[in-house]
């Protein structure tokens, strides 16, 4: 059974960093997409970055290119996200997402992935 489990969330002033980490267990072959999302009350929730684990090809949604990092270590099962130069705007929860037997390049949406995390709070202060 595929599971992710995500940490590393909690506070930062604007302007800091934080990193999120994702493990990954139930799923050995690279052939995977693992992406990153995030959810702010009343809003949708939106990918930010995701990653194919295979090749390590990385895509970031517009908001947050430049300033956020995301990387894998296949021998951990880890999937990472750095967060730099955050905004008040990047509090949310965020969640880790897998979508198996698959490349990344046109999976953008939540609805493309079938395994979740249970997710991390990430809050900016002023």
């Known amino acids: 059974q595929v599971q992710l489990v995500e940490s590393g969330g909690g506070s930062a002033q604007a302007g800091g960093s934080l990193r999120l980490s994702c493990a990954v267990s139930?799923?050995?072959?690279?052939?995977?997409?693992v992406g990153w999302f995030r959810q702010a009350p009343g809003k949708e929730r939106e990918g930010v970055a995701r990653?194919?684990?295979?090749?390590?090809?990385?895509y970031y949604a517009d908001s947050v290119k430049g300033r956020f990092t995301i990387s894998r270590d296949n021998a951990k099962n880890m999937v990472y996200l750095l967060m730099s130069s955050l905004k008040q705007e990047d509090t949310a929860m965020y969640y880790c997402a897998a979508r198996l037997w698959s490349t990344c390049r046109n999976y953008d949406s939540s609805s493309d992935y079938n395994y979740w995390g249970q997710g991390t709070q990430v809050t900016v202060s002023s």
């Open positions: 990653t194919y684990i295979d090749s390590g090809s990385t």
């Open positions: 139930g799923y050995s072959n690279q052939h995977a997409c």
